[in-house]
């Protein structure tokens, strides 16, 4: 079964970044789509972006210009560079690895946007 775990999420002020990453257990390469997504408290979970096998990247409007989503498959990690937080974006991020014949979440990482 595949894994995948997020880590560096955190306590930050507005206006500061924070990298997120998603190191999953198997190679990435043949994975069809890698997401990330945030749930707020109170809130529905939402998709943030994603990066599909070719590289393919795309963003939810919100943070459109702020965060970058990358892949290294040499490491198995999916990278999320997020800038100029705010904080609402402040929630729990998930990320998801989708193939062929499987799809599964992490567990999330607590990423605060506050002063």
């Known amino acids: 079964q595949v894994q995948v775990v997020e880590s560096g999420g955190g306590l930050v002020q507005p206006g500061g970044s924070l990298r997120l990453s998603c190191a999953a257990s198997r190679s990435i390469s043949s994975m069809l789509f890698m997401g990330w997504y945030r749930q707020a408290p109170g809130k529905e979970r939402e998709w943030v972006s994603s990066?599909?096998?070719?590289?393919?990247?795309k963003y939810e409007d919100s943070v459109k210009g702020r965060f970058t989503v990358s892949r290294d498959n040499a490491k198995n990690t999916v990278l999320l560079q997020m800038n100029s937080l705010k904080p609402e974006d402040t929630g729990v991020y998930y990320c998801?690895?989708?193939?062929?014949?499987?799809?599964?979440w992490g567990q999330g990482t607590q990423v605060t946007v506050s002063s």
């Open positions: 998801r690895a989708t193939a062929r014949d499987y799809d599964v």
């Open positions: 990066i599909g096998s070719g590289g393919t990247t």
